[in-house]
């Protein structure tokens, strides 16, 4: 049997962070790590020289042989990479879902062959227990939410009605903490509004079907124009952009990218907005919405998409830095992909890919 003589690469092996089984080039094993002696439940004294079938399935051990020998001798020619959901066989007889990735690399003594294996069966448990944890969570932030919209809502109505009715006897000092209290009240708000509405999109139910962000995109440009009909801003918009999408929850986004677009061009003269689409790859679209506003400094972009991260004061533009991460979540839900580009008073883009539908008749 072939040993490993090089201490950095027993050294990485050992370290490594799922189960590696090293075999020869006749197929015999010369090392495995402390995570495949857990996993496979062997000593690495049994498995030292034993042909790698041990740990296969009585049942695939003919079709493995045949596998490996149709390879030939020199294991370099066998596929790198992630390779097909096959078996394990456990040292009690137990079998498990196995995923394995193979790699080749030269010792100076021989040419070994590397196989990570992974229990596929708990990571698919991993992956459901990490889900519930996350709705769990989801829930008891909406529930928190919720309940405490109530006493914060009579807080700053209480605060009101003290400086109305009860200025003459407050006197400044008195109002202006009156005040204080009712504004912190309202901002604590809006802030638990908001958080509500992130994890309503989260969690509500996802109908895919044909949208047209054209069309929706026409829409939200007119009613912004309608709340504020003092300002002038230039709109330049795809009429035909379909998407296979929720329409209420990739509505939502628009809104949130446009308003923002809007919001952030304030003060711009010849503010301009523009939506748009181009093809991208496996039948999917990239829209974008693009402003010439106050833009944002790229060195900073990760934290655009994260809840109340925010990269202007509120001095300088209202809100509290979550409508965009409300835009990851819908996006991400969808199976796409978000990000941003922008400039400091050049202006910014939002671009986010979603699955492409054929126009509507």
């Not at 062997?42 to 740990?55: D, F, H, M, S, T």
């Not at 109305?164 to 204080?180: C, I, P, W």
Request: proline share 5%; aromatic share 6%.
């Amino acid at each position: 049997m072939r040993q490993i003589t090089d201490p950095v690469i027993a050294g990485l092996l050992e370290a490594a962070p799922d189960a590696t089984v090293c075999v020869d080039s006749g197929g015999r094993i010369v090392l495995v790590n402390a995570q495949a002696e857990e996993l496979f439940g062997y000593p690495r004294e049994e498995l030292a020289g034993q042909p790698v079938e041990i740990l296969v399935p009585d049942t695939a051990k003919a079709g493995h042989c045949g596998l490996r020998a149709g390879y030939g001798a020199d294991p370099r020619r066998r596929p790198m990479g992630a390779g097909p959901q096959l078996s394990g066989r456990r040292r009690d007889g137990s079998t498990f879902p196995a995923e394995i990735s193979l790699a080749a690399f030269d010792t100076g003594q021989d040419i070994l062959v590397s196989a990570t294996i992974r229990d596929a069966a708990q990571q698919r448990q991993t992956l459901d227990d990490l889900r519930r944890t996350n709705q769990n969570l989801q829930q008891l932030g909406y529930s928190i939410a919720h309940d405490l919209r109530t006493p914060l809502r009579s807080l700053a109505g209480f605060s009101a009605a003290l400086i109305e009715d009860y200025a003459h006897v407050l006197g400044k000092d008195g109002r202006n903490y009156a005040q204080r209290i009712e504004a912190a009240s309202r901002h604590i708000g809006q802030v638990l509004d908001d958080l509500m509405d992130l994890s309503r999109v989260a969690r509500v139910e996802i109908s895919l079907r044909p949208v047209n962000l054209g069309a929706e995109a026409a829409t939200i440009a007119a009613d912004l124009q309608r709340q504020d009909p003092a300002r002038s801003v230039y709109f330049t918009i795809q009429p035909q952009a379909c998407v296979l999408a929720d329409r209420a929850l990739i509505g939502e986004a628009l809104r949130h990218l446009l308003g923002n677009a809007w919001k952030f061009t304030t003060g711009r003269d010849s503010a301009a907005i523009e939506f748009g689409m181009t093809p991208a790859a496996n039948a999917r679209v990239c829209c974008y919405v693009r402003d010439n506003g106050a833009g944002f400094d790229p060195a900073y972009v990760g934290k655009l998409f994260t809840p109340f991260q925010r990269l202007h004061t509120t001095h300088e533009f209202a809100g509290i830095g979550i409508g965009i991460a409300c835009v990851h979540e819908i996006v991400d839900r969808h199976n796409g992909r978000a990000w941003a580009e922008g400039t400091v008073g050049v202006g910014a883009t939002f671009f986010f890919t979603l699955q492409a539908a054929a126009p509507a008749a």
